[in-house]
């Protein structure tokens, strides 16, 4: 049921495409789009907070690690977590790390497989992995974002709160680098 919810929210959201290997990402293809009719109650919430001048300073203070992808990212999702770390940089927000974005259905499985081998006793520590179709990375609602004192400072200075992000993996698999849109 969730994943029949979460890819209705993705075809109901545009989505746009940020540099794959780009440090820092660049702030040149910011583009706000208004909230949709089809928008999620909990996202339409936010959405009237995002400025352009906060992507722009969000993108100008995030690194986009190798290999990692945001193409297919929600573009709500994404423009939320720009904008976020725009406004926290005023702050003294540290730079931003964006290990895991988007996560294609092979490397859904690639990671699950793993996590299932170790699991069994037949292969090496692996951390764990949602059934292929059922992660939030694969519909672009959810990233990882190191470093950890980075991560720290957000949840002790409100932002992720105050954007509508939560660490829904902390408690159960201590995935504190596991941020999405609630």
Same mark, same amino acid.
Request: glycine content about 10%; proline content about 7%.
């Given at each position: 049921?969730?994943?029949?919810?979460?890819?209705?929210?993705?075809? $109901?959201?545009?989505?746009?495409? $940020?540099?794959?290997?780009?440090?820092?990402?660049?702030?040149? %293809?910011?583009?706000?789009?208004?909230?949709?009719?089809?928008? %999620?109650?909990?996202?339409?919430?936010?959405l009237?907070?995002?400025?352009?001048? &906060?992507?722009?300073?969000?993108?100008? !203070?995030?690194?986009?690690a190798? +290999?990692?992808?945001?193409?297919?990212?929600?573009? +709500?999702?994404? +423009?939320?977590?720009?904008?976020? =770390?725009?406004?926290?940089?005023?702050?003294?927000?540290? !730079? /931003?790390?964006?290990?895991?974005?988007v996560?294609?259905?092979?490397?859904?499985?690639?990671?699950?497989? $793993?996590?299932?081998?170790?699991?069994?006793?037949?292969?090496?520590? $692996?951390?764990?992995?949602?059934?292929?179709?059922?992660?939030? !990375?694969?519909?672009?609602?959810?990233?990882? =974002?190191?470093?950890?004192?980075?991560?720290?400072?957000? /949840? %002790?200075?409100?932002? &992720?709160?105050?954007?509508?992000?939560?660490? +829904?993996?902390?408690?159960?698999?201590g995935?504190?680098? !596991?941020?999405?849109?609630?």
């Amino acid at each position: 049921k969730k994943a029949k919810e979460l890819a209705a929210q993705a075809k $109901a959201s545009p989505t746009t495409t $940020a540099p794959t290997a780009a440090k820092p990402a660049t702030p040149a %293809s910011v583009t706000v789009k208004p909230a949709t009719s089809g928008a %999620s109650g909990a996202l339409a919430k936010y959405l009237g907070m995002i400025t352009p001048d &906060l992507i722009s300073k969000g993108k100008a !203070h995030c690194s986009i690690a190798k +290999n990692t992808t945001m193409k297919g990212m929600n573009s +709500n999702v994404e +423009n939320l977590f720009y904008a976020m =770390i725009g406004d926290a940089v005023g702050k003294g927000c540290p !730079h /931003v790390i964006i290990r895991e974005g988007v996560r294609s259905l092979a490397e859904q499985q690639r990671l699950y497989n $793993a996590y299932c081998a170790y699991k069994a006793g037949n292969g090496p520590k $692996a951390p764990a992995a949602a059934k292929p179709g059922t992660s939030r !990375h694969g519909f672009g609602f959810a990233l990882d =974002i190191n470093p950890r004192p980075t991560v720290e400072w957000l /949840v %002790s200075k409100g932002y &992720l709160e105050k954007w509508g992000f939560e660490r +829904n993996l902390l408690s159960t698999l201590g995935e504190w680098w !596991h941020i999405e849109h609630k």
